[in-house]
């Protein structure tokens, strides 16, 4: 079934985010997180300039600080913590934005699904669709008010490096890659140093830039189907999607989502991971 623009659980537009924002169930986030060739900064952009009410998720902060892997899935108990601080709780509807219009919200947006929240939607074309908009924006931070919040992490959400290997091996799922094409073949450096060049055998490749249009806003359902499709994605198999450091997979993750393909998870060690271990094959081409 084709979901609606405006859907609460996947992708809400900014006239539907404009009409609920005094809700008092709703909780806006502010995502935004840059790669360092960016030059950007989240924190400091959340500062100057926010959504009225919006609360700022830090990812690198709200990740798995026993990992040597980056911004690795937070454990249960540190999200709780996290969220309860910031006034998001059970009963919310939460919606997600950043600063590039669809880039960091995703990850988010997946990070609640594996915690087990389902009312959380990415705001379609973010804070740069709402600025351009002419709507309002504030530099004043929320009143916070403690929340009580239960998760139920849901596993099947998440692969890690021995469950991805295996799938590889076997060819049960689909592994889809969201790096640009040039780093999927080997043929650019890997941003991170020390990472080996080239992609996961039997991977597909849909750079994630391919399911969005120029403003930053999702494409509809069925050129998402055929952005697929033309992928060379077999969307009857299981989806397991992967990028440099877990980020950008989650943007093929919601587009899984919004064609009614649930059976998905992401690899959240992705190249970071495989392309750091000499004895995981390395496919170019």
């Known amino acids: 079934m084709t979901p609606p623009i405006d859907d609460p659980k996947t992708l809400v537009s900014t006239q539907w985010l404009a009409a609920h924002l005094n809700d008092p169930d709703l909780r806006l986030i502010d995502a935004s997180w840059y790669l360092p060739a960016m030059g950007r900064d989240g924190r400091a952009e959340y500062a100057a300039a926010h959504i009225a009410g919006a609360r700022f998720f830090d990812i690198e902060e709200i990740s798995d600080s026993r990992s040597a892997l980056p911004h690795m899935a937070p454990p249960p108990e540190k999200f709780i913590s996290k969220m309860r601080a910031m006034g998001v709780g059970d009963g919310h509807q939460v919606v997600i934005y950043d600063g590039m219009g669809l880039f960091s919200a995703p990850r988010v947006w997946w990070t609640f699904r594996l915690m087990g929240k389902t009312d959380v939607a990415v705001l379609d074309g973010g804070l740069p669709k709402w600025v351009a908009e002419g709507r309002p924006t504030e530099d004043m ?145």
């Open 141 to 285: 931070p929320p009143t916070l008010r403690d929340r009580h919040m239960t998760v139920s992490r849901q596993n099947h959400l998440v692969k890690d490096v021995t469950q991805v290997a295996h799938a590889a091996k076997l060819g049960h799922a689909e592994i889809i890659d969201a790096r640009p094409a040039a780093r999927f073949k080997g043929e650019a450096p890997e941003p991170r140093a020390g990472l080996r060049s080239g992609h996961i055998p039997g991977a597909k490749n849909l750079p994630y830039g391919v399911v969005l249009n120029e403003g930053g806003t999702m494409k509809d359902p069925a050129s998402l189907r055929a952005a697929f499709a033309d992928a060379g994605v077999d969307l009857t198999k299981p989806a397991i999607t992967s990028c440099g450091s877990g980020v950008t997979a989650a943007i093929l993750s919601l587009a899984l989502e919004r064609i009614g393909h649930r059976d998905h998870s992401v690899y959240d060690g992705s190249w970071a991971e495989w392309g750091m271990y000499d004895d995981l094959d390395v496919a170019k081409g």
